[in-house]
């Protein structure tokens, strides 16, 4: 059925009638139930995400005996869940709406009477143009969608995307945003990314070299180490920043009459710096209280007196 003008010598209120009830009610009737498809999807769309995300956080909190690990990196994971759930729902929203609105727009063109056959012959030949015009924009988009689906880094995340190396701050379909140790500001187009190192998903990994003098008692030094950590474990100020107990896992080295013993230490996403500086400080005080003592550092020659 096609939309066309009653005659106008022979027009009376039942052939009016006759025609409203034809050709534009079925237009107003298929716009009409194009705008509830899209309310009704967009809810759908709403109803499920905020589910996942509640799902997500009921099942984070009935786990029995977690740990604090567990509990730690949970609130962490629950937000990224979060984060990436919203993303994903605010695309199915908009691919829902270009959908629906095509659909209903193509429709009402039938019923008018308009011939699609050519229009869509026009638009494949523009969209092809297009396509080849858009590659760069349509790669960062799907790129976009899959490193958001994949949860590959989040806002947080200190990555490395080969290019620069920063803290995550917005991360779109289009571009990543960056801040590096600077205090610059990168913007990288996610198609131009060919891999991400994320230093800081879910955990980070604390790693301390304590050097001591080589004629020093190791195994004394590694005692007064693990006291110090264990003490630092048990710190209520390091309680939810520490996953595990760190772990001293001995002499890491022996060159230049320098021993070094590593020091390895598991915390949550992007609390390795302040773990490091704190625990090279316990190590420091707790040597020179049991009388072990670092390298002294080598003068390189040269003329004249060495200082004093």
Do not use: C
């Not at 009016?16 to 999807?41: N, S």
């Not at 695309?91 to 270009?98: A, D, R, V």
């Amino acid at each position: 059925m096609t939309l066309s003008m009653p005659d106008l010598s022979t027009l009376t209120w039942a052939g009016v009638g006759d025609w409203l009830a034809g050709a534009p009610l079925l237009i107003l009737t298929t716009v009409v139930l194009g705008v509830v498809a899209r309310w009704v999807l967009h809810r759908l769309i709403d109803r499920v995400v905020a589910t996942a995300t509640s799902r997500r956080a009921e099942h984070l909190a009935r786990i029995p005996g977690a740990g604090r690990a567990l509990q730690a990196v949970g609130g962490v994971a629950n937000a990224r869940h979060v984060q990436r759930t919203e993303t994903v729902g605010a695309l199915l929203k908009s691919i829902t709406t270009f959908v629906v609105f095509g659909i209903t727009a193509l429709t009402v063109m039938s019923l008018v009477g308009i011939p699609l056959g050519p229009m869509l012959a026009s638009a494949s030949v523009g969209g092809v143009a297009l396509a080849f015009g858009a590659q760069s924009l349509v790669k960062d988009f799907l790129s976009g969608v899959f490193m958001i689906v994949e949860d590959q880094y989040g806002v947080g995340d200190v990555i490395d995307t080969g290019e620069v190396v920063g803290t995550v701050e917005n991360v779109s379909l289009r571009v990543t945003q960056l801040r590096d140790a600077g205090g610059m500001t990168w913007y990288v187009r996610n198609g131009e990314i060919i891999r991400i190192g994320n230093k800081t998903q879910g955990w980070s990994t604390a790693i301390v070299d304590v050097p001591i003098a080589y004629d020093q008692d190791v195994e004394k030094a590694i005692t007064v180490i693990r006291d110090v950590v264990g003490v630092m474990d048990d710190d209520d100020a390091f309680k939810n920043i520490l996953l595990e107990e760190p772990n001293v896992v001995g002499v890491e080295s022996i060159a230049n009459g320098v021993i070094t013993i590593r020091i390895i230490a598991k915390t949550i996403a992007n609390e390795q710096f302040g773990v490091q500086r704190e625990m090279r400080e316990r190590v420091k005080a707790a040597f020179d209280r049991a009388g072990v003592r670092s390298p002294q550092p080598v003068m390189p020659p040269y003329g004249g007196a060495a200082p004093q």
